[in-house]
């Protein structure tokens, strides 16, 4: 079983800025992608940024110039710096990660979620 644990959530001015953190934990053979998606109240969960083992990203129109993912392989840990927050990007942000735990198939793992709110 893979386990993911997310911290660096918190309450934030407009434009200021923060750092996500997710470590992964486990029987880990090897992760592939991995992320973070967020969920506004009300809202569906949508993407916002991804990378994967080779370095590739990807990321949301919404939080393109403002967000940077990156990876430390040999942690396992993801990172999602936050900079010229706003209130639209209040929500709750889950860590992802796609891994192959001891055998054959790739699984999808979610982090417990961390709460972002940012006050106008």
């Known amino acids: 079983q893979v386990q993911l644990v997310e911290s660096g959530g918190g309450l934030v001015q407009a434009g200021g800025s923060l750092r996500l953190s997710c470590a992964a934990s486990?029987?880990?053979?090897?992760?592939?992608?991995m992320g973070w998606y967020r969920q506004a109240p009300g809202k569906q969960r949508e993407l916002v940024a991804r990378?994967?083992?080779?370095?590739?990203?990807n990321c949301a129109d919404s939080v393109k110039g403002r967000f940077t993912i990156s990876r430390d392989n040999a942690r396992n840990t993801v990172y999602l710096q936050m900079n010229s927050l706003k209130p639209e990007d209040t929500a709750v942000y889950y860590c992802?990660?796609?891994?192959?735990?001891?055998?054959?198939?790739?699984?999808?793992?979610w982090g417990q979620g961390t709460q972002v709110t940012v006050s106008s």
């Open positions: 992802y990660c796609n891994a192959q735990p001891p055998g054959v198939f790739t699984y999808d793992y």
């Open positions: 990378i994967t083992s080779g370095g590739s990203t």
């Open positions: 486990g029987a880990i053979f090897s992760i592939n992608a």
